[in-house]
C-alpha cells in the first residue's frame, strides 16, 4: 500500500467554469508545470514535452461529477495514476489532487512532488480568478 496525500484548493469560481477549464488537456501547460510547457495531440494522444521527457498524459472521459483523474505515461513505461475532482462549495469549489507515493520515491521526492503540485493548484486558481 502506497502513502497517499490529499492536496486542495478553493477556486472562488463556478465548479462548471473550472471542471471545464481543467478538464481541457490543451490547458495544461498553463497550469501543470509538472507536466511541461507544451502539449499536442499526437495520432489522437495527448503528448506533453515534461520535465521527465515526453509523457503521454490520458484524462478521464467528461462526466458530470467532476472527475478529472487523468493517468501519465513517463518515458520509463510506468503509468502514473492522478486522482483529481473538482467539488461545488457554496458558489466556488474545491480542487481536491490526490498523489501517491510511488515505490521508487524518497520521502523527500514524495514532499516535493506534494509541494509542485500544491503550487500548480495555486496557479489553477491565480488564472481561474484572474488575479
Known amino acids: 500500500m502506497s502513502t497517499s496525500r490529499h492536496l486542495s484548493t478553493h477556486i472562488d469560481r463556478p465548479t462548471q467554469d ?4 481543467a478538464s481541457n488537456p ?6 501543470a508545470a509538472g507536466l511541461g510547457g507544451s502539449i499536442e495531440q499526437v495520432d489522437g494522444d495527448w503528448v506533453a514535452d515534461s520535465p521527465m521527457g515526453r509523457v503521454v498524459v490520458k484524462f478521464a472521459e467528461s462526466n458530470e461529477y467532476g472527475v478529472v483523474d487523468h493517468e501519465v505515461a513517463l518515458p520509463s513505461g510506468e503509468t502514473v495514476y492522478n486522482p483529481m475532482r473538482v467539488i461545488p462549495d ?6 481536491v489532487f490526490t498523489i501517491r507515493q510511488r515505490p521508487d520515491m524518497t520521502d523527500d521526492d514524495f514532499a516535493r512532488d506534494a509541494n509542485a503540485v500544491q503550487a500548480d493548484l495555486q496557479t489553477l486558481k491565480k488564472l481561474l480568478e484572474g488575479n
Request: proline letters at 6%; glycine letters at 12%.
Open 18 to 21: 473550472v471542471y471545464t477549464y
Open 26 to 31: 490543451a490547458n495544461v501547460p498553463e497550469w
Open 90 to 95: 457554496g458558489d466556488g469549489c474545491e480542487v
